[in-house]
């Protein structure tokens, strides 16, 4: 090898090095592109968790170091090999960058701008085959088909010794890349997903699919077509390992199935109050954790445990929010040490641990309730795996005993007797059973149970009259103690921690005996609820007035005028929190001192999910009452 091509190679490697997208992402965000989303510098990753135009920009640069490197190679008149060399090292560089700890990207528009380079018409030709691929099906596979096209347009053409040379090269550094971290393998499974797809996730579906289901009313009649072709098709693949994406896309699928079917849970709820909300506290919970991990890509159970339980313990509400979140606790505390997959038998003991969570986040635990109907889905589970390895099975089966323990909740206790329902939350975790087997069988309904409905719901007076949760960042507190005190001033009571933050629930007289327990606690976050009125139908008015809770209102006056508070996170620059006790204070300390005023942040989904379900309470009960009065 000639010192001339050595040194051109050489530079068409360092050219490729420059790590655009990351510099673009820390310019723009202060971001460490390497940490978020796929965790590598290419423009994809920069489009989806940075911005459009950064990404645009990331792409456009990138391509342009493929396209000069050969470009310039033609104009100097270096001959092919070395062309296709340098063509070569520019992805290699941008895959393995040394700016990077040669960490990089996947090398894609580096590619493109060097055939770009190579020929005009042989490329255009090939992004035609990607953009349809991309538009019908998916761009991993769209990529992939790139090479072979590439390859026999050249060959036909009579480059194959340059462009079709270079395409069957680049292959073996752009795969790499896909199945990296190699040591992460292990099995032909996970090989295959990630050299198709250039991901974890199990499910193989086509875009135009995700396109219709997005926009239903323009794709009507595509849309019914598809419908018929899933039902003739009945046969649905097994499903025999899980990806942490995977167990991701089953938690989004269980919380809309949860907000779905609110309603439908919130009619039915006698017990331990008829406050009507059960459907509400359930829904509220899973669209909370949603919210976390929605956004993520995870490659390991051990990252996707973490959010899941923060986030779990932030958004759980009432009591079934409570056991539900008790209840995956249990199931990450099984999962989260596994590398890179689950099978079916890790489900089934992770279920069985689960159970056993739930019922310890329970101070008094109750049969007939949502307990019951866990228990069973643990023991279909368990009776299943003697058998099988399918999870999709697994959880039908689950699915299956979890709906006749849901049935025998009418006759366990006495006030569900009585107005001839099932638990609410029982009813709202088979639900969520459903969206989890729906995810897996791609969107195939479940044979569903109807729960009675009854609209003129008998109402005890609760025994205590105001629901109390509160959420803090433990500092050196003794949790078990805690409840312990706790337990002597109501009932259903709960205390859950993970991740340093603990969320407590109970239903007591004195909301500010309980507040006073906390001295240990920082970072609090407290929602009371007055039972009693929501039973009377005194809480639900047809107008009613949102606030943050640092607003400086009395109870009384808040009970009077139908006023919700919610989260309303205020902060000086220091970190400092601002409450409803120092809000004015410390601002006028702020302006005298010439310091920073405090600023604010959004509110999170689940803070603001009470709103809503307000207005279609007002409406649902407007409705009864109009059903009622009618001759």
């Known amino acids: 090898m000639s010192a001339e091509a050595l040194i051109w190679i050489i530079w068409s490697y360092l050219v490729g ?25 290419s423009g994809s990753n920069v489009i989806k968790y940075v911005g459009v135009w950064q990404g645009v920009l990331t792409i456009l640069l990138d391509a342009l170091k493929g396209f000069l490197v050969v470009w310039l190679a033609q104009e100097l008149g270096l001959v092919g ?18 700016f990077l700890n040669f960490a990089g990207g996947r090398g894609i528009a580096a590619l493109m701008g060097a055939l770009l380079a190579f020929s005009l018409p042989i490329t255009a030709i090939s992004l035609i085959v990607f953009v349809a691929i991309f538009a019908v099906w998916d761009a991993s596979i769209g990529t992939l088909l790139v090479f072979p096209v590439v390859i026999l347009l050249s060959y036909i053409g009579g480059s194959f010794e340059t462009m079709g040379m270079f395409a069957l090269l680049v292959m073996f550094p752009v795969l790499f890349k896909r199945l990296s971290p190699l ?16 991901g974890d996730c199990a499910v193989f579906d086509f875009r135009i699919v995700r396109l219709i289901e997005r926009y239903p009313t323009a794709f009507i009649p595509v849309h019914l077509v598809i419908g018929l072709i899933k039902r003739a098709r009945g046969y649905v693949p097994p499903v025999l390992s899980l990806s942490p994406q995977d167990m991701a896309g089953l938690l ?20 331990p109050v008829a406050d009507k909300d059960t459907g509400y ?14 956004k993520k890509e995870y490659r390991t159970f051990k990252n996707l445990a973490k959010d899941v339980r923060l986030s779990a313990v932030k958004s759980a509400r009432g009591n079934a929010g409570m056991i539900y979140v008790g209840f995956l606790l249990g199931f990450f505390e099984r999962i989260q040490e596994e590398s890179i997959e689950i099978d079916a038998q890790i489900f089934a003991e992770a279920l069985l641990i689960s159970k056993i969570h739930a019922r310890s986040a329970i101070h008094n635990p109750v049969d007939g309730t949502m307990l019951d109907v866990i228990d069973a889905a643990a023991k279909g589970a368990e009776n299943y795996i003697k058998e099988g390895n399918n999870i999709i099975e697994l959880l039908e089966n689950s699915h299956k005993e979890a709906k006749a323990a849901l049935k025998a909740t009418t006759e366990k206790l006495e006030v569900l007797k009585k107005n001839n329902v099932v638990d609410a939350g029982a009813l709202g975790f088979v639900r969520i059973l459903e969206g989890w087997i729906e995810n897996l069988k791609g969107d195939v309904p479940v044979a569903s149970v109807m729960a009675p409905v009854n609209l003129s ?12 949760q509160i959420g803090f960042q433990n500092e050196g507190g003794n949790i078990q103690r805690l409840r312990e005190e706790l337990s002597l001033l109501g009932n259903s009571m709960e205390v859950l921690e993970a991740e340093g933050r603990v969320r407590l629930h109970i239903h007591t007289d004195q909301p500010e005996a309980v507040k006073a327990k906390l001295s240990f606690a920082t970072d609090i976050n407290v929602h009371i609820e007055d039972m009693r009125s929501q039973v009377e139908g005194t809480s639900i008015k047809p107008l009613g007035l949102v606030v943050g809770d640092t607003a400086s209102l009395p109870q009384s006056f808040i009970e009077k005028n139908n006023i919700t508070e919610i989260p309303f996170v205020a902060q000086f620059p220091n970190g400092k929190k601002v409450t409803k006790e120092n809000a004015y204070q410390k601002m006028r300390d702020a302006l005298k001192e010439g310091t920073p005023l405090p600023t604010t942040t959004n509110p999170s989904p689940a803070s603001i999910m ?9 409406l649902l009960e407007s409705m009864e009452r109009a059903m009622r009065e009618e001759p």
């Open 81 to 98: 090999w070395i062309q296709v060399a340098a063509a070569l090292a520019v992805v290699i560089g941008h895959n393995w960058s040394p």
């Open 183 to 198: 040591e992460e393998i292990s099995n032909a499974t996970l090989f295959v997903r990630r050299l198709l797809r250039d």
């Open 610 to 618: 009470p709103v809503s379900y307000i207005v279609r309470r007002c």
């Open 252 to 271: 989004s699928s269980g919380a809309k199935k949860a907000a779905d079917h609110q309603e439908e849970v919130n009619r039915i709820n006698v017990f």
């Open 17 to 41: 090095s420059l790590p655009f997208g990351y510099w673009i992402t820390k310019l723009t965000s202060q971001e460490n592109l390497l940490l978020i989303g796929y965790k590598k510098s």
């Open 457 to 468: 719901v008998e109402q005890a007076p609760p025994r205590y009259r105001y629901c109390v």
């Open 281 to 294: 506290n359930l829904a509220a919970t899973t669209v909370g954790i949603e919210s976390a991990i929605a």
